[in-house]
């Protein structure tokens, strides 16, 4: 059961620094306590399991920078408590930065360009001897963007990463084409 009780304080901030600048922002602490019970269906009793509770500071903050009419670049840095994907994991702390950058070509079209690092710390289960996961993600992506009404977006794209872990057989890369349509209403 990796049910838990979770309680945030946060501190949230927006401001423009100047015409070209902007900086968002979120600051705080995050108390994250686990249940601590296993439960044994076939004998019907609850067992207290001492999991990894995370206390401690998390945040977001990202800078916009409109360096012309046409162009955004965006920075953002994270650390924040993440669900569990592994199965021999109750918690994940995840810390990572992304760069990313868009240039409006013309009224309608708009070049996308990024790249993202994370840090993936996963917080192990106490029923388990196995080493604790933890993985780093590079990626990058490329896509053009058309916009052929205000509502409606069309995006075509790649995307590239790689990850590194330290459980064996854990890494891998890809490289993949995207397709998407978005319709806001």
Avoid at 89 to 116: F, Y
């Amino acid at each position: 059961d990796n049910s838990f009780k979770q309680t945030e304080y946060n501190l949230l901030g927006d401001w423009r620094l100047s015409g070209k600048l902007a900086l968002r922002g979120q600051a705080g602490w995050v108390d994250r306590q686990y249940k601590n019970e296993l439960r044994d269906d076939l004998v019907g009793s609850v067992t207290l399991k001492e999991r990894p509770d995370f206390s401690g500071f998390t945040g977001r903050v990202t800078a916009d920078w409109y360096a012309t009419g046409k162009t955004l670049l965006s920075v953002a840095a994270y650390r924040e408590p993440g669900g569990a994907t592994d199965i021999n994991a109750s918690s994940l702390l995840k810390t990572g930065t992304s760069v990313n950058g868009v240039w409006l070509i013309r009224e309608k079209w708009r070049l996308n360009l990024g790249a993202t690092y994370e840090n993936r710390d996963f917080k192990g289960d106490p029923g388990t001897t196995q080493l604790q996961r933890n993985d780093d993600t590079l990626g990058s992506s490329l896509s053009v963007t058309y916009t052929p009404h205000p509502v409606v977006a069309l995006d075509l794209g790649a995307r590239a990463g790689s990850r590194d872990s330290n459980i064996s057989g854990g890494d891998y890369s890809f490289h993949s084409l995207f397709a998407t349509v978005r319709a806001d209403f």
